[in-house]
């Protein structure tokens, strides 16, 4: 029952809608038949209400900045792995990613081969060996088991709502008996890895042939400021084990305004003259195709389904171009072990030619090889 | 909490500076605005906030998510304010009228009032800056959940979670931080009331 005695007690409350029902409608009552704690109610709402239009307050321009420095020491300090969105620097990020994978293929294999009997117990010494090795990147097993868990899990949502079209996985290696498969954290990647390995093996003995494809999809983003949209997009790509490659901004004038341009070509074109034009943004990254649905899926809940396009993927063959650079790997190394059997002291900067090549031939087999299981992404992001 | 923020959790919790970034995005704000509130200045809220998100990073991986993420981090960015607070009151502060010495002998230390004239009281900016000071000249517990309550927006039960104590408690302290609030206002009102007769 409020009276004036408990009205102090109860006004605040009571404005916040935190009273149950009970007291609410005594409160109600109260305040009809006593004129002095209705001028307490009313004023005490109109202090509140002056409280709660205060404006919020904007963060400072280089807050954001200044904290992502902080926290990367932090994160260095603390020695956990750091993901700074950055320009490439060949595919280092993709070739960690196989060297775990082959690590876990490896686990793999010793635990199947010890379940077949393969391994008598004194040859398990290689394999327990094996296993260490594997467990150097328990962090990165973890971040890619979490990252398959939500993949497939995503994947059944899509089912072609967004017109995404099904994953192509063209590696044609004949089949392994396959350990474990499905028991273990990134099993997908492991046996695409390990097909390969077996396909690499066969070309090595001149036996079979390894197709590798490219594939690429576009994304359109359509967004009232791409500036600020293109952040998101970025942290989201990155959540999702994206590689960013490069972004580029490209402004494209209104048809009227690129006339306006023409007529004066001496004039300068400030700030204020884009504003007709629709300006648009592009940025590329490399995403394991395991991700994609997921990302995809992330854009679409973070734009809202009618301002993100999907486009279905474009499959270009690199088996040739794969071929080309393994013969040329392999002609190389012919040359280079020729060489080293004649006098090394006259070939040296012959020979440092050769490895020069080698490497870069190598490098190009490892990127055509992991077209299989990444996909190149183009985002356009349109001004409205 | 979203499949994507449990995502990104899970990856803060490894060490991921990308993902913690995304997972505090619509938190940063706030965490600023309720440090500005708290400390009531721009410069000093900002290094305060980014205290409090380097301790919520340094700390994530302990989350146990028994509470919720924003509860958890209001929590820490509240601790870190209160932390603050103390530390400068033990510092030594220079007293508004405090004697200054020149070679003419000495003078009192004269603050110019910030307090605006009547005629421009209805207009709202003016309303806005004898609010907020009101707010600041209030002790911290009551600045703190009026912050949380009516800036913030946090229900008796949230701050009850975030200050760890009962709804009922919250109740009690925000009614009596509203009306030292009433009061103060009364009383610059009661003040100016004078200056304009004078």
Redesign the interface.
């Known amino acids: 029952m409020i009276n004036c005695k408990n009205f102090r007690e109860n006004v605040c409350a009571y404005i916040d809608n935190e009273l149950n029902i009970k007291e609410r409608l005594s409160f109600d009552e109260h305040v009809r038949s006593c004129r002095e704690c209705k001028r307490e109610l009313d004023e005490m709402t109109q202090i509140i209400g002056l409280c709660t239009d205060l404006p919020q307050q904007e963060l400072p321009v280089d807050f954001k900045a200044e904290l992502h420095e902080k926290l990367v020491t932090v994160a260095d300090r603390q020695g956990s792995k750091v993901i700074s969105i950055k320009k490439p620097n060949g595919f280092h990020f993709l070739r960690t990613f196989a060297t775990i994978a082959a690590g876990l293929l490896l686990v793999l294999l010793a635990g199947s081969f010890y379940k077949f009997g393969f391994f008598s117990p004194a040859k398990m010494q290689d394999s327990t060996n094996s296993a260490a090795l594997a467990m150097e990147q328990p962090a990165a097993a973890k971040d890619e088991a979490l990252a398959n868990d939500s993949g497939s899990a995503s994947s059944t949502e899509m089912g072609g709502g967004l017109g995404v079209q099904a994953k192509s996985f063209t590696a044609q290696a004949p089949a392994m008996a396959a350990p474990t498969a499905g028991t273990v954290a990134g099993a997908d990647r492991s046996a695409a890895v390990q097909n390969r390995e077996a396909a690499v093996g066969q070309l090595a003995a001149g036996a079979g042939t390894e197709t590798v494809n490219s594939r690429l999809s576009t994304i359109t983003v359509s967004a009232e400021d791409p500036n600020t949209f293109i952040d998101k997009i970025k942290s989201l790509a990155v959540a999702n084990n994206a590689e960013i490659v490069d972004n580029q901004l490209t402004v494209t004038f209104s048809e009227s305004m690129t006339a306006a341009k023409q007529a004066n070509a001496d004039q300068t074109v400030t700030a204020a003259d884009y504003a007709g034009g629709p300006e648009q943004q592009r940025l590329y990254f490399t995403m394991p195709d395991t991700q994609y649905e997921q990302f995809a899926t992330a854009l679409n809940n973070e734009f809202g389904a009618a301002n993100v396009q999907v486009g279905a993927f474009v499959t270009e063959d690199m088996t040739e171009p794969l071929n080309r650079a393994i013969k040329e790997s392999n002609a190389l190394d012919n040359r280079m072990q020729e060489l080293e059997k004649e006098d090394s002291t006259k070939n040296a900067s012959k020979m440092e030619d050769l490895k020069a090549q080698k490497e870069a031939a190598d490098k190009r087999i490892d990127e055509l090889r992991l077209g299989n299981d990444f996909v190149n992404v183009t985002i356009l992001v349109n001004g409205k | 909490m979203s499949?994507?923020e449990q995502?990104?959790l899970?990856?803060s919790k490894?060490?991921?500076?990308?993902?913690?970034?995304?997972l505090i995005?619509a938190y940063?704000?706030k965490i600023?605005?309720l440090a500005?509130r708290m400390i009531g200045n721009?410069e000093d809220?900002?290094d305060l906030?980014?205290e409090a998100?380097?301790r919520i990073?340094?700390s994530i991986s302990n989350f146990k998510e028994q509470s919720s993420l924003s509860t958890w981090i209001y929590r820490i960015t509240t601790n870190v304010c209160l932390d603050e607070i103390r530390k400068k009151k033990n510092r030594k502060v220079l007293s508004l009228d405090e004697e200054i010495h020149i070679e003419d002998g000495d003078m009192q230390r004269q603050i110019m009032s910030d307090d605006p004239l009547p005629d421009e009281l209805m207009e709202k900016k003016e309303?806005?800056q004898i609010?907020?000071s009101a707010?600041d000249s209030l002790p911290e517990d009551q600045r703190l959940v009026?912050t949380l309550?009516?800036?913030q927006?946090l229900?008796?039960d949230e701050i009850g979670r975030v200050l760890e104590c009962p709804a009922g408690t919250v109740?009690?302290r925000?009614?009596r931080a509203?009306?030292a609030?009433?009061n103060v206002?009364i009383s610059k009102r009661e003040l100016l009331n004078e200056e304009y007769v004078k």
């Open positions: 499949s994507n995502i990104l899970e990856k490894a060490g991921d500076v990308a993902a913690f970034e995304m995005e940063q704000k600023f605005n500005f721009y809220a900002g906030a980014q998100l380097i990073f340094k309303l806005r609010i907020n707010i009026i309550r009516d800036i927006g229900s008796y109740k009690s925000i009614n509203r009306f609030l009433k206002l």
